[in-house]
């Protein structure tokens, strides 16, 4: 019994993360306060979470593109800007969370049970935090990143074939007890059902699941009563029965007005919930297969009331069965009708195939490896890939008008060892370099000075011209800047050190260091 009632295909993005800013600190008689752009905030993620007070996707048909904040650029002054908020949608418990290839991502189970679906993207930084040593005042910052763009598949279980329905005290709990082996409390008292009961029903060949769910009365669908709690029940079934009583003692009740009251509340609670389903197959309530049982006819007025209605009931199109649930009479009939009805209820929610096996969240896998090359070919010339999470967030970080932001793209590669890797696979000067897997990745003619890139670009990165002195450099500067470059090389070597011991480096191949001054600050 893993057929699924409901599927909506969404289309989900993260928020863009903020850029980073370029800024740098002004005062009276301090021109050249330093570099104080601050950096762009992360873009919101979007988040499923099972929520108890919801039981359908149906908002989701409504609108299936849903986006996540995006993070706000940073400003002057070393002001970061604000991340954005997380889209948390709420879900049904029992929400199977799968990609577009039919695989399950997340078996969401738990009120408050959360899965990622879209992570946002990572805001920039801003100069100020790209300044160092060596690179005083960068003239550029990072860039924000795109959110994860992602289309996901929700389908939602069915938690029974059929519920059974009808007004308080009709005698459901008393009809799944005498159908099955499920023992739910039974008494002469309205709304002795609070929560549903399931039970499972074999009836020759056929198995099923049937919810005794709580009592139904008069403006249900408006919340009345145990109202929408007990047609969110039903909503997740895939057929109806209505338990009728016979043997009603009120004397403005008798069973056709207490079916038209129930099918008024369920054609009124699919109005209310109507949705646009081309991609669903909710069935709207009031259109599910369904069939009816007159209750309590071992009673004497119970026998002459079912007698007196039957035939109105069968005008209307319904298949009758009388039945007492108490001295268990027309139990076999009503229970393979009932297979019956479930077996065109399932053909018509389209049971997929699915077999559901224990709660899976997979997360997404992180990094095992820096990068790899691959060699291809494109008309006939070499062209070497780069794939690797890092280098290609770095690619969509770059503002490439900006010749320093260029440089240090060129830099953060180099220092990874792409450029040691594009020399070992035998990449020749002026070959094609692509980063990335996507039709749109940025392609180089690969210089092996791309680590220099600054001399390419014509000009000295990590240098504000306005901090230069109109002199030459005297020795004592000369022997600070060789000082300050090689404490930049000793940080970048120990913040290699502690990633590869963080362990997100496997390849030993890839952290090797640039070549020892093939460095761009080399005048
Ligand atoms: N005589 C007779 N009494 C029945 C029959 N079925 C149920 N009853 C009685 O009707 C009363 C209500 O039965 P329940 O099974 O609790 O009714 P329900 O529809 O589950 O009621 P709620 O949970 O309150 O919605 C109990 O006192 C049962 O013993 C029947 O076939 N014949
Ligand atoms: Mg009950």
Known sequence: MAAFIDRVVLHLSGGT????CVSVHREKFKPLGGPDGGNGGDGGAVIFRVDSQVSTLLDYHHVPHRKAENGEGGKGGNRPGKHGESLVLPVPEGTIVKDRAGNILADLIGDGAEYVAAAGGQGGLGNAALASKKRKAPGFALLGIPGDERDVVLELKTVADIALVGYPSAGKSSLIAALSAARPKIADYPFTTLVPNLGVVEAGETRYTVADVPGLIPGASQGKGLGHEFLRHVERCAAL????????LE?????????????????????DSSFAGADGQLVPLNERPK???????????GADMAEFVRPELEKRGYRVFEISAVARQGLRELSFAMAELVAEARAKIDAAPAVVEAPVIKPRAVNQRAFTIRREERNLEPLFRIIGEKPVRWVKQTDF????????????????????ELFKVGAQPGDAVVIGDEDDSVVFDWEPTMSAGAELLGSRRGHDVRLEEMHRPTRQQKREEHQARKEAKQAARDELEAERRAGIWTESANYKMPAPEGDSDKA
């Open 17 to 20: 993360g903020g850029h980073g």
């Open 241 to 248: 029965v209505h338990v009728l009583d016979c043997g009603a």
């Open 251 to 271: 004397t403005d009740r008798d069973p056709i007005s207490d079916l038209d009251v129930i099918e008024a509340e369920l054609a009124q609670y699919a109005v």
């Open 291 to 301: 069939l009816i049982a007159l209750n309590k006819v071992d009673l004497p007025d």
């Open 401 to 420: 008008r900006n010749d320093e932001a260029v440089g240090y793209l060129a830099d953060r590669l180099a220092k990874l060892g792409v450029e040691d």
